[in-house]
């Protein structure tokens, strides 16, 4: 019984750390976004996103389905365009930029940074209206 208490306590401690992590965002982590809700966007080559706002602190979540990121690699190297993007150097800018565009509540909005969390996860800090520097972002046909 003893044996079984302690094999049961780590599993207990990761998921009382991974609930702390997921109550006080600080970005960088995909346990940042779990409950956050979902919007869909797409590119000017096709592909297909999923968008994660975060409300504490106001970073984006980009997940690329693996088809649209092949598809989006394919269109840009045919095109003659890089793979990352020139603002932020990191995978998926495009997809933000293209959710910010498109949502009025963000009107103003730019990005600042952005982080490569994975191959196919991005996040990006945005400053919105009132922040210094920020730049109207318009969206791509």
């Not at 809700?37 to 590119?43: K, L, S």
């Amino acid at each position: 019984m003893l044996s079984r208490a302690l094999s049961i306590m780590p599993i207990t401690v990761l998921a009382a750390g991974l609930s702390a992590c997921a109550s006080n965002p600080k970005g960088g982590s995909l346990s940042d976004y779990v409950g956050v809700g979902v919007t869909n966007v797409a590119t000017s080559c096709g592909g297909g996103y999923q968008v994660y706002r975060q409300p504490v602190n106001g970073r984006l979540l980009i997940v690329a389905y693996a088809v649209s990121e092949a598809r989006q690699s394919f269109c840009q190297s045919w095109r003659g365009e890089p793979s990352v993007s020139p603002v932020t150097g990191v995978r998926h800018e495009e997809a933000a930029v293209e959710y910010i565009a498109k949502t009025p509540a963000m009107k103003g909005c730019a990005l600042v940074s952005g982080t490569e969390i994975t191959r196919l996860h991005s996040e990006f800090t945005i400053a919105c209206p009132g922040s210094s520097g920020a730049v109207t972002i318009t969206a791509k046909d």
